[in-house]
């Protein structure tokens, strides 16, 4: 080949192929509502199955129907006591929400004071664990004797039973900043309130969340203990009423509703996690691993 030839190979352009157009990224927010609703088959299918089971033991008369009633008589009592149950239930759910709300301030504010205070720490904490030993059921009459049978008593008992998890959970959190990140902001002249702001209550999120997706069920049950106690309304007093009439169906309808508004106080905190701590390494390895699930 001649040297001609070979220059004009030589400089002729590659056809290499470029990279290729990758697809747009979808949006955070649709990531996660895909994740979320990835991960959600999972117990929503164990939830059939266990519908399914109950179905089963009672349609071949497995069991009494005054022990297990079946679903579709607790079925036709929710929807033919649509109004009584939704209104019982509002009851129930004004007090857990408020009782969660003042737990959670006060336990955050608590929380803080014991990790800028030994002091404050030394002496709160073992009142803290003191008061959470106590049942909640044994002292839930004296609330009634004190504040009456209004919502009062029922919020309280839900602070109480709320309030412990957010403080250890928060405390925890708040501790687990690196003491050399706090010496760098130090160094850097930020004052303790923007330390806070920036390193400390961030860093404490995760943590903190598991406390409250824990506390967010305590307050339902919180609440409901104290219907049980001493209340004309809420679905305590509803599962009271059903359990004095042995009204299995009413009995078991409240008792679904109630665990359906803890499971959907728990989705929302965890919705809320996902979207304010996206940066967590759960948040990445889930992510990460979503493909291969």
Do not use: C
Not at 275 to 286: E, N, V
């Amino acid at each position: 080949m001649s040297v001609v030839a070979t220059k004009s190979l030589s400089n002729r352009p590659s056809r290499s192929p470029g990279p290729r157009p990758s697809a747009p990224p979808r949006p955070a927010a649709s990531r996660r509502i895909g994740r979320l609703l990835s991960e959600s088959w999972r117990p929503a299918s164990f939830v059939a199955l266990l519908g399914f089971l109950w179905w089963l033991s009672t349609s071949q008369g497995w069991v009494a129907p005054f022990i297990l009633p079946s679903p579709q008589d607790t079925w036709n009592v929710a929807v033919s006591n649509a109004s009584y149950l939704s209104q019982h239930t509002w009851v129930t759910t004004i007090e857990t929400v408020i009782g969660f709300a003042i737990a959670f301030i006060v336990g955050e504010l608590v929380a803080v004071m014991m990790i800028y205070s030994k002091s404050v720490e030394k002496t709160m904490y073992p009142l803290i664990l003191f008061a959470q030993v106590i049942p909640k059921i044994a002292i839930a009459p004296l609330f009634v004797v004190w504040l009456g049978f209004g919502i009062e008593p029922k919020i309280l008992v839900a602070v109480l039973m709320a309030f412990f998890p957010i403080v250890i959970s928060g405390m925890a959190g708040l501790k687990s900043v690196d003491p050399e990140i706090l010496e760098l902001t130090s160094t850097m002249g930020a004052n303790p309130f923007k330390t806070f702001m920036k390193v400390r209550f961030p860093a404490s999120l995760p943590q903190l969340f598991s406390g409250l997706k824990v506390a967010a069920t305590l307050a339902v049950t919180g609440a409901v203990v104290g219907e049980f106690v001493g209340a004309n309304e809420g679905l305590g007093f509803v599962i009271l009423q059903a359990n004095g009439n042995i009204d299995t169906a009413m009995l078991f309808a409240a008792l679904i509703i109630m665990s359906v508004l803890g499971v959907l106080l728990f989705a929302l905190i965890q919705i809320l996690e996902w979207f304010l701590i996206p940066w967590h390494s759960s948040r990445r390895t889930r992510s990460a691993s979503a493909p291969s699930a």
